[in-house]
């Protein structure tokens, strides 16, 4: 049996507003919905996660999803909410950002064509590079009144501090956007965030009054942190879907590391597990909060779905590793990249690979005279004394001599001294 969509995200806490009509059309036929998504970067960051899960449990529904990405739009920027006008992108650097969003969403949405509702990716620019701006603003420009246009919030918020006629427009593009899918997919509804309610209602209007048609509006709220704090920054930035920008262990921490009270409304939002199974995880969680099942299961369900089951088995490891509970075996499974972000931050030496070749270079050497990782020879001899010094996560004495069969991918080693104290050798 097909899920009643709006119900499912009723619960989930993932309906902001929703315009009139929309649940009825839902219910009595396959609808098809689109959410926008502007290119301004080449991957797509957690903050987009609400649209796409939309995406996902509309098609899960029996209806279909469109994912609109802004070539057109994205060359103007949206000032919704926004303090300043963005950086404009050229048509190649937005062709490149599609291209990488497109594989992305492909994790989420199916686009399997023998289905009816099978996903399908579009791109505003492809009807608009043609369109001339004399024709735009006679056909469509005429239909929405300036005093309209300004009544909405987002364009209110910006009045203040200046908003350029570029931006202006905006939500008449996006609009269109919306009366091009109405006319060529048959498209009745568009979903987004809170603050897109202005600019999607821009589009309904537009079928109204262009072409005498009911169309709809669905919003969810914008997630922020339970502090009030904004929701996927971290120290470093946005945390992204793309490994190479954030990597799939710092992504599995980033839902490891959420305060209780957010990872209740998270794991609605961003994961799939069913309402009897989240349940029944909050009542594990609350008997026994310190083993944060709940942010575990959690960060599984996106790390998994966003990445692989591969990466989330290295980020658990990594984890492990850090927090002392790792084997030397266990390290050796991590790749290069999963290693230094792991330890990022971590004191890094240097040294040469000819110091490992043939009988290698004795540890004492290596920590206080090569990488100056210890005050004195002394001071290494007594910590290896004590037992505290692990290379590699294993113990050693002092006439322990490193070798490139010590490398971890082939370029790292580990030393550890006590619990805490983490340095790295980066062998160039």
Known sequence: MKINFVEELRWRGMIHDIMPGAEEQLNKEMTTAYVGIDPTADSLHIGHLVSIMMLK??????????????????????????AAERKLLTVEEIQHNVDCIRKQLEKFLSFDEKDANAAEILNNYDWMKDYLFLDFIRDVGKHITVNYMMAKDSVKKRM???????????????????????????????????????????????????????????????????????????????????????????????????????????IRIFTLLPKQEIERLEEEHKAAPHLRILQKALAKDITIRVHSEKDYEAAVAASEILFGKGTTEMLQKLDKDTLKSV??????????????????????????????????????????????????????????????????????????????????????
């Open 57 to 82: 449990h509309l098609q899960m529904a029996g209806h279909k999803p469109l994912a609109v990405v802004g070539g057109a739009t994205g060359m103007i920027g949206d000032p919704s909410f926004k």
């Open 160 to 266: 203040e501090t200046g908003i350029s006629f570029t931006e202006f427009t905006y939500q008449l593009l996006q609009g269109y956007d919306f009366l091009t899918l109405y006319r060529s997919k048959g498209c009745r509804l568009q979903m987004g965030g809170s603050d897109q309610w202005g600019n999607i209602t821009t589009g309904t209007e537009l079928i109204r009054r262009m072409e005498g048609g009911e169309a709809y509006a669905l919003t969810c709220p914008l997630i922020t942190k339970a502090d009030g704090t904004k929701f996927g920054k971290t120290e470093g930035g946005n945390v992204w879907l793309d490994p190479e920008k954030t990597s799939p262990y710092k992504f599995y921490q980033f839902w490891l590391n959420c305060s209780d009270e957010d990872t209740s409304r998270y």
């Open 343 to 428: 330890f990022e931050g971590v004191p890094t030496f240097e040294i040469s690979r000819e110091l490992l070749k043939s009988d290698g270079i004795n540890i004492v050497e290596l920590t206080a005279a090569e990488t100056n990782m210890f005050a004195s020879k002394g001071e290494v001899k007594r910590a290896l004394k004590e037992n505290s010094i692990s290379l590699n996560k294993a113990k050693i004495s002092d006439t322990y001599q490193v070798t490139e069969k010590d490398l971890l991918s082939d370029s790292i080693i580990l030393v550890q001294k006590g619990k805490k104290n983490y340095y790295l050798v980066e062998v160039k």
